[in-house]
């Protein structure tokens, strides 16, 4: 199969769910991966879990890893252009000619899965693609990222060298559970007898939970907030920012093209993380400032040059929504006007979500999203709850045309936010790039 055919097949599988045999069980996963001769045992990895800032943690792990000359695998997701984004190695997603080639080779351990048990997810098959990826290009070692909770999510077959559980906050209320406690108990699943698993959670009844589950588990609980001893020096320009970070094992002085202060949070977890290493894998102070002025993270308080100047920033949960609010705030400070163009899931808390929002000058554009398997919530609803916070707001249903009156609408100085949903994000950069304006320089 090509490409298109590749994502053709993998869209059909969307609405697949875990086996009516053992429902909400990795018996599946497992069993693919064996079928595919269990190429996730074939290099060390590392595991970064959370409820924010997942993505941006592995990223930044994995430049630094790269930097220090391993060649260093990357699972993440969801992706902004392209399921290949999935897979990548050193920084490069894998080729669609080589993508689809590899879904064409899973052809016949898909069959087999499919017969004992039922047809593996989309998010099951990308995943299996990303370990057999990695594992034929001979990486050194992988950074991956859990999909959906930690206990019983995809990627929670593996045994790392770390496990990483960012923050905790409420999403996926509807799975995990609808308490902090709740939503720990879930991710601290994927502690593993040994291994050390650094946090940055601070509210004290997740860390409790984090901590136990810790302990029953046999795995070393390494706090973040207990290992940085200090991060001084901050100093924020247009597009990056720079500071210094001590640790009890070192100081970095990191100069890195991402904005907010909740990167800085995620940078810290990312060297905490890299400092419980085995000797073998250790970085160098150098190698971790080199890999942070490397970083690339797309959509994440991403400032676009132009007039008005657009930002785009995947903030699809009221916690990620509250840090982005506030790193506006800091950036951009309040004697702006703000244009929100903002789409939400139907199955996310869209009044929590709006709620991080209140107090700017602001107008808003509710619009939706088309993505296989996924609902977004009607504009009509949002202008509701909006209206409701005391906020000001219409309803566009075409994302393009949100974005273009957005910008019409802005005055000289006014600021265009595109947010919510990874869908319309996506969607709108994308159309940005190629119809609009380039990406900010780097630093």
Excluded at 9 to 37: C, H, K
């Amino acid at each position: 199969m090509n490409y298109e055919q590749a994502e053709a097949y993998l869209y059909s599988t969307v609405s697949e769910v875990a086996s009516p045999r053992t429902p909400y069980r990795l018996d599946r996963m497992r069993y693919f991966l064996e079928v595919l001769g269990n190429p996730q045992r074939r290099y060390p990895s590392l595991h970064i879990g959370g409820t924010s800032g997942k993505s941006s943690t592995a990223t930044m792990i994995a430049a630094i890893l790269t930097a220090s000359g391993k060649r260093c695998g990357l699972h993440t997701k969801p992706h902004l252009e392209s399921m290949t984004e999935r897979a990548r190695i050193d920084g490069v997603s894998i080729s669609h000619e080589r993508f689809a080639e590899l879904l064409t080779d899973m052809g016949s351990a898909i069959e087999e899965v499919t017969r004992e048990y039922s047809r593996p997810s989309y998010y099951e098959t990308l995943l299996a693609l990303a370990f057999l990826h990695f594992a034929l290009e001979r990486v050194d070692i992988a950074v991956i990222e859990v999909g959906l909770g930690g206990t019983l999510d995809g990627t929670n077959v593996i045994t790392p060298l770390v496990s990483v559980i960012t923050n905790i906050g409420l999403d996926h209320t509807d799975v995990l559970g609808d308490t902090l406690e709740a939503i720990a108990a879930d991710k601290v699943g994927i502690a593993k007898p040994g291994v050390p698993l650094v946090t940055a959670v601070s509210d004290p009844g997740a860390e409790r939970v984090i901590r136990a589950g810790c302990a029953a588990a046999g795995a070393p609980y390494v706090s973040v907030q207990s290992q940085v001893r200090a991060i001084e020096d901050q100093v924020e320009g247009q597009y990056g920012q720079s500071f210094v970070l001590r640790t009890n094992q070192a100081n970095y002085k990191v100069e890195m093209p991402l904005l907010g202060d909740f990167q800085i949070r995620n940078a810290a977890a990312a060297v905490v993380a890299l400092e419980q290493l085995p000797t073998l894998y250790r970085v160098t102070p150098l190698d971790v400032e080199q890999g942070f002025e490397s970083v690339h993270i797309a959509g994440r308080m991403e400032v676009l040059p132009g007039n008005p100047t657009v930002v785009f920033d995947v903030a699809h949960n009221s916690d990620k929504a509250r840090s982005f609010a506030h790193a506006l705030r800091a950036h951009f400070g309040d004697d702006h006007r703000y244009w929100f163009v903002i789409a939400i899931g139907e199955n996310k808390d869209a009044k929590e979500l709006l709620e991080s929002f209140t107090g700017f000058e602001s107008s808003f554009i509710f619009t939706t999203f088309h993505a296989a398997g996924r609902t977004a919530a009607r504009p009509q609803r949002l202008a509701s709850i909006a209206q409701d916070l005391g906020l000001w707001g219409r309803e566009i249903s075409d994302p393009v045309e949100a974005l273009s009156i957005a910008r019409r609408n802005a005055e000289q100085g006014d600021i265009v936010v595109v947010t919510g949903s990874t869908f319309v994000v996506a969607d709108l950069r994308a159309w940005w790039l190629e119809n609009v304006g380039t990406q900010a320089p780097a630093g």
